[in-house]
């Protein structure tokens, strides 16, 4: 396994309509929700760089208040893997964050960000999403480059377990500023479990005996990596 190798190393919008808000009563007089989905927005700017495929248009300052406390609240109650749409609540409007790995029957991605708005109805043309394949990140590239040499798998499996992989690095830092953001930090798990799961998956593609099960020795070992170099 993939395992024995990295060992080495250690040695060398819609307007508001008529909306009843019972349940989902939020109280806007003191709080600027607005301000909070620009500061939402422009974290998903700031990290654009990230994605290969990427729908980042935005005028979100256009948004209702109401709105933006909307997504707000939702935010706190999602979990990982969870869509809103807001349709019922009179907006065309979603947000999502999701993360899934690799797997053997097709790619992963990632989708973290808010719909706000469609060519229909541009009242918030706002579209502020960040959403990748796997297959076109910056780790998955370098390996299939250094398939078959073990020098350069070495060294790309040593960065990795020492806490040195800048790409990881900055998309944890991507992550943790996001479920700041939306004060939800149920969500670190999911994502760290997710990360084990696509690190595993690439890791393993370096050995010629690649098997698709996951080893959950292997992936204790991985996630125990990420928990302690990337996202603590």
Request: hydrophobic share 35%; aromatic share 12%; proline share 3%.
């Amino acid at each position: 396994m993939w395992w024995n190798i990295i060992k080495d190393t250690k040695q060398s919008s819609r307007q508001l309509i008529n909306l009843d808000w019972d349940e989902e009563a939020i109280s806007i007089e003191d709080e600027d929700c607005l301000k909070w989905l620009v500061e939402y927005d422009n974290i998903i700017n700031k990290y654009k760089d990230l994605v290969t495929y990427k729908m980042i248009t935005s005028n979100i300052d256009k948004a209702p208040n109401q709105l933006a406390c909307l997504i707000k609240k939702k935010h706190q109650q999602i979990s990982g893997g969870d869509e809103v749409d807001f349709k019922d609540y009179g907006f065309d409007t979603s947000i999502s964050f999701e993360l899934f790995p690799t797997n053997s029957g097709g790619t992963g991605w990632f989708e973290v960000g808010i719909f706000i708005g469609n060519n229909e109805i541009p009242l918030v043309p706002m579209n502020s999403v960040l959403t990748r394949t796997w297959a076109m990140c910056p780790p998955k590239m370098e390996i299939e480059a250094i398939k078959g040499n073990r020098k350069q798998i070495v060294g790309f499996a040593g960065r990795f377990l020492g806490g040195r992989n800048v790409w990881m690095k900055r998309m944890c830092g991507f992550l943790k500023e996001i479920i700041n953001h939306v004060n939800n930090p149920n969500l670190s798990d999911y994502c760290i479990d997710v990360l084990t799961e696509q690190w595993y998956y690439w890791l393993s593609e370096l050995e010629e005996d690649y098997n698709r099960d996951l080893r959950e020795k292997d992936l204790e070992q991985i996630k125990e990596i990420i928990e302690e170099k990337y996202w603590n």
